[in-house]
């Protein structure tokens, strides 16, 4: 059984100035599907070719707020705190896994890097910029949903999901504006527009969600088809 190795972004964590951190939902949903974890701690934009050089895939992890400097706009007066070593090496990592077309799965924040990484921008604040009903940032458990997001066939997305409607749990405050270069909308939420989903067609498999899937790994199998897609696409799985 070949387990590839996909690298997972570490967070710097807020609360304890010096550490990193990661929920182990990534992990643990990775393996499940039979992928080998290997953890990606914040460091120089220059080493993203060496260490893509080990992998066959990479998982963009959640977390803090993008700088908006990336994408060419002044802090909106909500916008959260932000690490710019954090978002630098991301953002290097992400247009560097394109360019070698290495298999991405971007989640939450990391749809928003993908997003930002190919000329794309951010809506900084969902609550004071977007009109609509739905709270994007719940205070339910990490496996509880939160509202329906609709996926578009022909997607990708769709061909891994197979459902036109999902339900999805939603901690974030930030979304994609207006999509990068080459990306897709695959699924977004009819109560307000907000983008839930983007994809890359012309790699062999670039796909972003705003959902956190990884919180319902010891919760069902709905969202387990995303990682093993990702893991499938990286030479691996069961």
């Given at each position: 059984?070949?387990?590839?190795?996909?690298?997972?972004?570490?967070?710097?964590?807020?609360?304890?100035?010096?550490?990193?951190?990661?929920?182990?939902?990534?992990?643990?949903?990775?393996?499940?599907?039979?992928?080998?974890?290997?953890?990606?701690?914040?460091?120089?934009?220059?080493?993203?070719?060496?260490?893509?050089?080990?992998?066959?895939?990479?998982?963009?992890?959640?977390?803090?707020?993008?700088?908006?400097?990336?994408?060419?706009?002044?802090?909106?007066?909500?916008?959260?705190?932000?690490?710019?070593?954090?978002?630098?090496?991301?953002?290097?990592?992400?247009?560097?896994?394109?360019?070698?077309?290495?298999?991405?799965?971007?989640?939450?924040?990391?749809?928003?890097?993908?997003?930002?990484?190919?000329?794309?921008?951010?809506?900084?604040?969902?609550?004071?910029?977007?009109?609509?009903?739905?709270?994007?940032?719940?205070?339910?458990e990490r496996w509880q949903t939160a509202h329906p997001v609709k996926v578009l066939p022909g997607t990708r997305l769709w061909e891994i999901l197979r459902k036109d409607m999902?339900?999805?749990?939603?901690?974030?405050?930030?979304?994609?504006?207006?999509?990068?270069?080459?990306?897709?909308?695959?699924?977004?939420?009819?109560?307000?527009?907000?983008?839930?989903?983007?994809?890359?067609?012309?790699?062999?498999?670039?796909?972003?969600?705003?959902?956190?899937?990884?919180?319902?790994?010891?919760?069902?199998?709905?969202?387990?088809?995303?990682?093993?897609?990702?893991?499938?696409?990286?030479?691996?799985?069961?």
């Amino acid at each position: 059984m070949k387990l590839p190795a996909i690298g997972v972004t570490l967070a710097i964590d807020q609360q304890k100035p010096g550490s990193f951190s990661l929920r182990q939902d990534y992990v643990r949903s990775v393996e499940r599907v039979g992928g080998l974890p290997m953890l990606l701690a914040p460091g120089p934009p220059e080493h993203a070719p060496a260490l893509l050089e080990r992998l066959q895939g990479l998982l963009l992890s959640g977390g803090s707020d993008l700088d908006p400097v990336f994408y060419d706009q002044g802090p909106h007066p909500k916008l959260g705190p932000v690490f710019r070593e954090r978002d630098t090496f991301e953002l290097a990592l992400c247009r560097e896994a394109m360019e070698r077309d290495l298999p991405i799965l971007a989640i939450c924040r990391g749809i928003q890097v993908l997003n930002v990484a190919t000329g794309g921008t951010l809506v900084q604040d969902i609550p004071s910029q977007v009109k609509g009903p739905v709270n994007h940032d719940s205070q339910a458990e990490r496996w509880q949903t939160a509202h329906p997001v609709k996926v578009l066939p022909g997607t990708r997305l769709w061909e891994i999901l197979r459902k036109d409607m999902v339900a999805v749990n939603s901690f974030h405050h930030q979304a994609v504006r207006a999509p990068g270069n080459g990306l897709v909308v695959s699924a977004f939420c009819e109560e307000d527009g907000v983008i839930e989903g983007l994809e890359a067609p012309g790699q062999r498999f670039v796909v972003g969600v705003q959902w956190h899937p990884e919180g319902f790994w010891n919760h069902g199998e709905a969202f387990r088809p995303l990682f093993a897609a990702l893991v499938a696409a990286a030479g691996g799985g069961f």
